[in-house]
């Protein structure tokens, strides 16, 4: 049980949650990108620059730090003091990406809300971790079912194609919310959590992006 926890943490890690999102929504509404599917024209591009700076630099950086001794070890993050260090340079390193990106024209509302959305839950985050550990695996989980919410608030279909095949926003809602419950169940298993620190994550991630809306509108 826990090498499947540990395989479900790492597929669904918080530093993966804005990649995700990205395809999510270029799937979903891929016209809103300029293209016609994920995988055209400049979709690539955009997928490949999120997961540089959300995922791999704020990686780097991490592991920079376990490299001089600031943080112990790169597996325990749920330890509140060791998280101070990789909360400041992801904070910063995602709060540069959504400045950059927000002054594109091309991007769509949604994304920028999504992104800033995921600033502000890394900045609470940060502050409650002084008081709870809080988990950031929920954080992360919360704040990608609040992007499909936010998604089907900006959007005026309720269904959309993938492959072959036509889908509600509905089922993809639940598919959302089926895989933050697997996740916080993960993380149950490997770490020492109370459910004030699952849900209290879940709560912060999806919150958090329908505060951002308003910001982004």
Same mark, same amino acid.
Request: hydrophobic share 55%; aromatic share 12%.
């Given at each position: 049980?826990?090498?499947?926890?540990?395989?479900?943490?790492?597929?669904?890690?918080?530093?993966?949650?804005?990649?995700?999102?990205?395809?999510?929504?270029?799937?979903?509404?891929?016209?809103?990108?300029?293209?016609?599917?994920?995988?055209?024209?400049?979709?690539?591009?955009?997928?490949?620059?999120?997961?540089?700076?959300?995922?791999?630099?704020?990686?780097?950086?991490?592991?920079?730090?376990?490299?001089?001794?600031?943080?112990?070890?790169?597996?325990?993050?749920?330890?509140?003091?060791?998280?101070?260090?990789?909360?400041?340079?992801?904070?910063?390193?995602? !709060?540069?990406?959504?400045?950059?990106?927000?002054?594109?024209?091309?991007?769509?509302?949604?994304?920028?809300?999504?992104?800033?959305?995921?600033?502000?839950? !890394?900045?609470?985050?940060?502050? !409650?971790?002084?008081?709870?550990?809080?988990?950031?695996?929920?954080?992360?989980?919360?704040? !990608?079912?609040?992007?499909?919410?936010?998604?089907?608030?900006?959007?005026?279909?309720?269904?959309?194609?993938?492959?072959?095949?036509?889908?509600?926003?509905?089922?993809?809602?639940?598919?959302?919310?089926?895989?933050?419950?697997?996740?916080?169940?993960?993380?149950?298993?490997?770490?020492?959590?109370?459910?004030?620190?699952?849900?209290?994550?879940?709560?912060?991630?999806?919150?958090?992006?329908?505060?951002?809306?308003?910001?982004?509108?």
């Amino acid at each position: 049980m826990k090498n499947i926890a540990q395989i479900i943490s790492w597929i669904f890690h918080p530093l993966l949650i804005l990649t995700y999102m990205i395809c999510i929504l270029m799937i979903v509404n891929p016209y809103a990108f300029g293209i016609n599917r994920l995988g055209e024209g400049r979709s690539t591009l955009l997928v490949i620059m999120i997961f540089l700076q959300s995922t791999l630099i704020p990686g780097i950086a991490i592991s920079m730090m376990k490299t001089l001794g600031l943080v112990p070890q790169l597996d325990s993050m749920e330890d509140r003091t060791n998280r101070i260090g990789p909360f400041i340079a992801t904070g910063i390193l995602y !709060l540069w990406l959504y400045v950059n990106f927000n002054r594109l024209p091309d991007i769509p509302i949604v994304f920028k809300s999504a992104a800033l959305g995921c600033v502000i839950a !890394l900045f609470t985050a940060f502050i !409650l971790n002084i008081f709870s550990k809080i988990s950031l695996h929920t954080v992360g989980m919360g704040s !990608l079912v609040g992007m499909i919410l936010v998604a089907m608030l900006l959007f005026s279909y309720n269904s959309f194609q993938f492959g072959d095949q036509m889908y509600s926003m509905y089922t993809l809602l639940f598919v959302g919310i089926g895989l933050a419950g697997l996740v916080g169940s993960a993380r149950m298993i490997l770490e020492d959590l109370s459910p004030k620190d699952l849900y209290g994550g879940y709560l912060v991630g999806f919150s958090t992006q329908l505060i951002a809306l308003q910001f982004a509108l």
